[in-house]
């Protein structure tokens, strides 16, 4: 069983930070891609950044320059530093990796619960 947690999410003004975290845990071999997804009311789940175990980046255009993505290998866990937050990065934050769990397993993909994210004044 293969459990990601997210931490970190909250109510915060424009132009504020936010952390967030997510730690994976359970029978893992190995992680591939780890990343943040975002879906706002009435809207499609959008990527906001992943990065990969060679360390290659991917941001959404909306969040470069002001949000950064970084993982802990040894803790199995991603992070997302958000900074210059705007009223619309207010969504549901997701976190996302691609694991197997074992050496014959391939690849899946594993979602966390979401953590909110508002972004107000």
């Known amino acids: 069983q293969v459990q990601l947690v997210e931490s970190g999410g909250g109510l915060v003004q424009p132009g504020g930070s936010l952390r967030l975290s997510c730690a994976a845990s359970?029978?893992?071999?190995?992680?591939?891609?780890m990343g943040w997804y975002r879906q706002a009311p009435g809207k499609q789940r959008e990527l906001v950044a992943r990065i990969f175990r060679i360390g290659s980046t991917t941001y959404a255009d909306s969040v470069k320059g002001r949000f950064a993505i970084s993982r802990d290998d040894a803790k199995n866990t991603v992070y997302l530093q958000m900074n210059s937050l705007k009223p619309e990065d207010t969504a549901v934050y997701y976190c996302?990796?691609?694991?197997?769990?074992?050496?014959?397993?391939?690849?899946?993909?594993?979602w966390g619960q979401g953590t909110q994210v508002t972004v107000s004044s």
């Open positions: 996302y990796a691609a694991m197997r769990s074992s050496v014959y397993d391939l690849y899946h993909d594993y």
């Open positions: 359970g029978s893992i071999f190995m992680i591939n891609a």
